[in-house]
């Protein structure tokens, strides 16, 4: 993944932030990751940012089925039951 | 209490699921509406990925619960009950999109033209001293007051950074991070490889951290 073997560019770092975080990422890639973050304040708060983004997007509620819609459904379970 | 109620994001477990599978072929009226309750909203989001208007997605997903209740004799548990039912929102939608002219073959996406995460202009060239590397920071949010982040506001800037998304991307995201849905399931219902999966989540996130960040470092 890496250009070079022994070490990651920031603008590396950046494309690899979601395979780091879920976690499907080479060793040997998670270790280059992780060298880069132990010098890179920059690409920290970058990953910070990351996790950040993806816990405010979880802030978000899923819809609620409106009243009639839900009613309308159970009607059609009532007769599916009956048939 | 049932374990249809359990909150969303948990799945639930194969014995959990075998229960509350046999009490829907019992004709348990609780059990069906604890799971509709459960799975609505990201019916709606996915079905939304294949449809133009908010109100056919609506119809595809009141027409994929019948066909939940016609199939639920079959349901085999080869995949999960949740990734079954959105398996049919997805094929109600994909018919109900062709017939609109707006079928999206979600594999496409993923090989479409490679957007990087952050303005290539943000990092240092071959003249600088370190190619690649920043030219200045991003910006430290560990730092900014929590209100900032948690606002109204702010969720506000997150709503239409991911209603501007491309559609598999918006359902990727939504299914990933609203909903809590697994890579797993997420794959077996859009029916795209773990790798394509990855890049369209991987691309959604950066487009709302690139809104993220103009609005709160300004």
């Known amino acids: ?83 | 209490m049932a374990p249809a109620q359990a909150h969303p994001r948990t799945a639930l477990s194969a014995s959990e699921e075998a229960d509350l599978v046999a009490r829907l072929r019992d004709g348990d009226e609780r059990a069906f509406e604890a799971l509709v309750d459960r799975h609505y909203g990201t019916m709606l989001a996915v079905a939304r990925g294949y449809v133009r208007t908010r109100a056919v997605a609506e119809e595809v997903v009141q027409e994929a619960w019948l066909g939940v209740l016609n199939g639920i004799d079959r349901f085999e548990a080869r995949s999960s009950l949740k990734t079954w039912i959105m398996r049919i929102v997805v094929n109600i939608a994909m018919t109900r999109g062709e017939r609109e002219a707006r079928s999206i073959p979600f594999s496409a996406f993923a090989s479409e033209k490679d957007e990087p995460a952050v303005d290539p202009d943000r990092f240092r060239d071959e003249s600088d001293g370190f190619p690649g590397h920043w030219r200045a920071y991003p910006g430290n949010w560990a730092a900014a007051p929590d209100d900032a982040l948690l606002s109204r506001e702010t969720l506000g800037v997150v709503m239409s950074a991911i209603h501007e998304l491309p559609p598999a991307q918006r359902v990727v995201i939504t299914m990933r991070d609203v909903a809590g849905c697994s890579s797993d399931e997420v794959c077996g219902t859009l029916e795209v490889s773990e790798g394509n999966q990855r890049v369209l989540l991987h691309r959604a996130r950066s487009h709302v951290r690139n809104a993220l960040e103009r609005h709160l470092d300004g």
């Open chain 1, 1 to 83: 993944m890496a250009e070079s073997a022994d070490h990651l560019s920031c603008q590396e770092v950046v494309e690899l932030v979601t395979e780091y975080l879920d976690e499907s990422l080479s060793a040997e890639d998670a270790s280059l990751f992780e060298q880069h973050l132990n010098f890179c304040e920059g690409c920290v708060w970058y990953v910070d940012q990351l996790r950040t983004t993806v816990e405010t997007v979880g802030e978000i509620r899923e819809e609620q089925i409106p009243p009639e819609a839900k009613e309308r459904l159970l009607g059609a379970f009532r007769d599916w039951r009956r048939s």
